[in-house]
């Protein structure tokens, strides 16, 4: 039986692991990184770690983080990513070279269904050649569907990837 400590553990190490590749398969890429969901801000934490060559803005409605994972105010894109991401696609015309979705809370199904409201406005916001990491499937037109590094576990983490 799989319990809720594994499929919490399975979520973390996934995270970890998918982070990991989707930096260093981007790394080269000018365009900046989106952490949608900042939460206690551990996510937030390591990609702040291991990403130095981009800026890391994060998109959330309320900022509640660990004091050492806050991010600055001028990467803080605060408000409903409802709004803010179709607001997004202006600012950064040339889009994101990672984007991060940790969105969700403990309801599966919730998530589902925020997952494919969130889906068409997160799509045009990747780059040519980006990456989109997401807790929760996404239910992309255009993104493909990438296979998960080692260490990541089938269903707790996605890659999807904008080819053209
Ligand atoms: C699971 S937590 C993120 C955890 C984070 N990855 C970490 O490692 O600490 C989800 C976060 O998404 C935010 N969030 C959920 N729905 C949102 C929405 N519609 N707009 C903006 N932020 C949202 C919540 O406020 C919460 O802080």
Known sequence: MITRLDLFIHRMVSQRACLDHSI??????????FELGLGNGR?????KSHIVDRDVYVFERAVGAHPDSIPPEELTILGDVRETL???TDRFPDGASLIHADL???NREKNDIFARFVSPLVE???AVGGLMVSSDRMYFENLV???LPQDAVEGRCFIYRREI
């Open 24 to 33: 260093a398969q981007t790394s080269g890429m000018t365009q900046p990184v």
């Open 43 to 47: 996510t937030y934490h390591h990609m």
């Open 86 to 88: 179709p607001a997004a």
């Open 104 to 106: 969700g809370g403990h």
């Open 124 to 126: 045009p916001l990747l």
């Open 145 to 147: 569907e990438q296979p």
